[in-house]
Nanobody, 125 residues
Framework: EVQLQASGGGLVQAGGSLRLSCAVS????????IGWFRQAPGKEREGVSS????????YYADSVKGRFTISSDNAKNTVYLQMNSLKPEDTAVYYC??????????????????WGQGTQVTVSS
């Protein structure tokens, strides 16, 4: 059974940092695509960052470029999202999504087969 477990959210002041983790079970990160998405209250879910086993070019939304970094630890089967210089507009529930595919699906949500349960990130001003 494939499961994605997102964790690491919390309350932080503007300018602070958090590191989100997406622990994957049921498929190996040797052949994968992982995306981070977020959904703020009253807004549609949007893509934040993505990575795949086929390329070394992580993809970022313009709104987080230069502040967020996605990475993977294949030994731990975990993908991370390091979030620095957080802003109040980053407040949202963050989800990780996965596909058993080497293609980087970027923010094509329907391409991801598996979704984690979400972790709340709240940035106070």
């Amino acid at each position: 059974e494939v499961q994605l477990q997102a964790s690491g959210g919390g309350l932080v002041q503007a300018g602070g940092s958090l590191r989100l983790s997406c622990a994957v079970s049921g498929f190996t990160l040797d052949y994968y695509a992982i995306g981070w998405f977020r959904q703020a209250p009253g807004k549609e879910r949007e893509g934040v960052s993505s990575i795949s086993s086929s390329d070394n070019s992580p993809y970022y939304a313009d709104s987080v470029k230069g502040r967020f970094t996605i990475s993977s630890d294949n030994a731990k089967n975990t993908v991370y999202l390091q979030m620095n210089s957080l802003k109040p507009e980053d407040t949202a529930v963050y989800y990780c999504a996965g596909a058993v595919s080497s293609t980087n699906w970027y923010f094509v949500q329907e391409a991801y087969d598996y979704w984690g349960q979400g972790t709340q990130v709240t940035v106070s001003s």
